[in-house]
């Protein structure tokens, strides 16, 4: 079994930075897979950003290329997003997600086992 709580949300202009984090309990999570996807109102849940439990070459959703970076601690239990020149329309509710052990990473909600809450991210014009 594993938690999440994501925090680092909040209110920022166009083209600042944010970090999201992602605390997670279990035992599990250093050997799972980690994604960051997001949900604007109205709008389907979309991948942003994955990183295998590996750490090895992440992936990221074509609208957060060279703008969005991913990275993990397993020492703290935490992935971090850091997201650089923010737009409006990455105004959204970001989630963290997790698979089952050595679970694959992939784009679709279906492929992750547990989820946070979720932060909001609001990017003013």
């Known amino acids: 079994q594993v938690q999440l709580v994501e925090s680092g949300g909040g209110l920022v202009q166009a083209g600042g930075s944010l970090r999201l984090s992602c605390a997670a309990s279990g035992r599990a999570f250093s050997i799972s897979t980690v994604a960051w996807f997001r949900q604007a109102p109205g709008k389907e849940r979309d991948f942003v950003a994955g990183?295998?439990?590996?750490?090895?070459?992440?992936d990221y959703g074509d609208a957060v290329k060279g703008r969005f970076t991913i990275s993990r601690d397993n020492a703290k239990n935490t992935v971090y997003l850091q997201m650089n020149i923010l737009k409006a329309e990455d105004t959204a509710v970001y989630y963290c997600?997790?698979?089952?052990?050595?679970?694959?990473?992939?784009?679709?909600?279906?492929?992750?086992?547990?989820w946070g809450q979720g932060t909001q991210v609001t990017v003013s014009s």
């Open positions: 997600a997790v698979t089952s052990a050595f679970g694959p990473l992939r784009p679709d909600v279906g492929g992750y086992h547990y």
């Open positions: 990183i295998r439990w590996s750490g090895s070459i992440p």
